[in-house]
């Protein structure tokens, strides 16, 4: 349906930041990432795509893994930091993309 393409389309778009923003809060391991996901959007990516993601974050070091029963994941400082220059750089522009999304930008 291309209502739920549209949706899913924003949405993916947001994931790399959403996932970095949930372990800014606390560690997670990868399905419950898929849960607080789902949470957010109603419905979920793969979790394959939340693998691959989480994969690529820890490369570029935003992420890092913690091996016990469940591999958990937490943010780095660099993560912390990188999260911090995106929210201040981009915060005004967001605010503004989701107003007029929501139709209240005059």
């Not at 606390?26 to 109603?42: A, D, N, P």
């Not at 490369?59 to 469940?70: Q, T």
């Not at 999260?83 to 201040?88: Q, S």
Request: no cysteine.
């Amino acid at each position: 349906m291309v209502i739920n393409d549209i949706e899913w389309g924003f949405f993916k778009g947001s994931i790399r930041l959403l996932i970095l923003s949930l372990l800014e809060e606390s560690s997670m391991h990868g399905y419950q990432i898929l849960k607080r996901i789902e949470e957010f959007f109603g419905s979920k990516p793969k979790l394959s795509t939340i693998y691959t993601i989480l994969a690529e974050l820890e490369r570029k070091g935003l992420v890092k893994s913690n091996m016990g029963l469940k591999k958990y994941y937490s943010l780095t400082d660099n993560g912390k930091r990188i999260l911090h220059e995106i929210r201040r750089r981009n915060e005004e522009k967001i605010k503004r993309l989701i107003s007029t999304i929501l139709g209240s930008h005059k």
